[in-house]
């Protein structure tokens, strides 16, 4: 008989739900058919190789305390509230069918009235009177014993935020890494207004049950797993690493103008893997020995506000009497690239 399981997630954190994913699909029984029903506070999640500063408005995101998150897997970047529920479901390898899991999750739906429609490889959508909208998006991942299936229910989603977050600034900024596209989203309560959370996990574990033929035991994971499963704790501290956020990152070129105070400034960065590799700055500031000292302090860094800061902090030791002008410099700086 096929053993059943579910994970249930008290915590709203994004790294430490998206690290219980990764420990599900590396540590725990290949031979399992497992479901892990979870949500996050306000965050933007990035595929493996997309980069956070093209794909994302970070100053807005710091500003408005919102996390940033990057899956392992692939896919574009999406923005999670707790609205939005995501699914999990880990199987054997030999028995993985997608359809199994869209089966689940429609059934689970039906129970409100909504009958959703699989579209394609990732997608369930609703059928509306000027076209089909997306509730859900899926990725999928595999190895030799076990397949992976994960995606999104958009129950209640603030859906007016998410470009607010997904859209960069008007940079002039190109990547080598890859960006998003944007579909056509709405949310489940528009054709069932009760819907929430908690309504459906609970229609979600019994579509489960209902499927396999069998109860299954349920376990709830939050902060204080991670003092109890080492595996967990190591992919939480992986996750959550500024090393994986940012600097696994392709590399690209970042662009930025504007007049200040001190001149007019042109500036171009080169990052790779998070660190800025080059750096010009073109400008008609009088202090051409001010900007040499940046360059040549910024040059090998992360790539971080913080940096800014600490070479803005030796240029003003160098040049007390530019005090200020260097503080809007740096201040603009920082704003552009904030992490």
């Not at 493996?48 to 408005?57: F, G, L, Y």
Request: some cysteine; hydrophobic content about 35%; overall charge neutral.
């Amino acid at each position: 008989m096929t053993k059943l399981k579910v994970f249930l997630s008290d915590s709203f954190n994004p790294h430490l739900n998206l690290a219980t994913e990764e420990w599900i699909f590396h540590n725990l029984d290949p031979s399992s058919q497992i479901l892990f029903l979870w949500r996050n506070e306000e965050t933007v999640v990035i595929g493996r190789n997309q980069n956070p500063w093209s794909e994302c408005n970070l100053a807005h995101m710091k500003d408005d305390k919102v996390h940033l998150a990057r899956r392992t897997t692939g896919g574009g970047a999406v923005f999670h509230d707790l609205g939005n529920t995501n699914f999990t479901f880990l199987s054997p390898k030999e028995s993985y069918k997608r359809e199994n899991n869209v089966q689940i999750i429609l059934n689970a739906l039906q129970g409100f009235g909504i009958q959703g429609e699989a579209s394609g490889r990732n997608d369930l959508l609703i059928p509306f009177a000027d076209g089909p909208r997306k509730f859900s998006g899926s990725a999928y991942r595999e190895k030799k014993d076990r397949a992976f299936h994960h995606g999104t229910l958009l129950l209640h989603a603030n859906l007016t935020r998410l470009g607010n977050y997904l859209t960069p600034n008007p940079k002039k900024l190109q990547s080598k890494g890859k960006e998003s596209v944007r579909a056509r989203v709405t949310n489940l309560n528009e054709v069932h207004a009760p819907i929430n959370h908690d309504k459906i996990v609970e229609a979600m574990i019994a579509s489960f049950e209902k499927f396999y033929g069998q109860k299954a035991p349920v376990e709830f994971l939050n902060m204080q797993s991670l003092q109890q499963i080492p595996e967990l704790k190591a992919q939480y501290e992986t996750l959550s690493s500024w090393d994986w956020l940012y600097g696994n990152t392709l590399e690209f070129t970042h662009k930025m103008d504007e007049y200040l105070s001190l001149g007019f400034f042109d500036v171009h960065f080169k990052v790779n893997d998070g660190a800025i590799k080059d750096l010009q700055i073109y400008t008609d500031c009088l202090y051409p020995n001010l900007i040499e000292g940046l360059t040549q302090d910024l040059k090998e860094k992360t790539y971080t506000g913080e940096t800014i800061l600490q070479a803005a902090a030796k240029a003003k030791e160098k040049f007390p009497e530019l005090a200020a002008g260097i503080d809007e410099l740096a201040g603009w700086l920082r704003k552009n690239i904030e992490v």
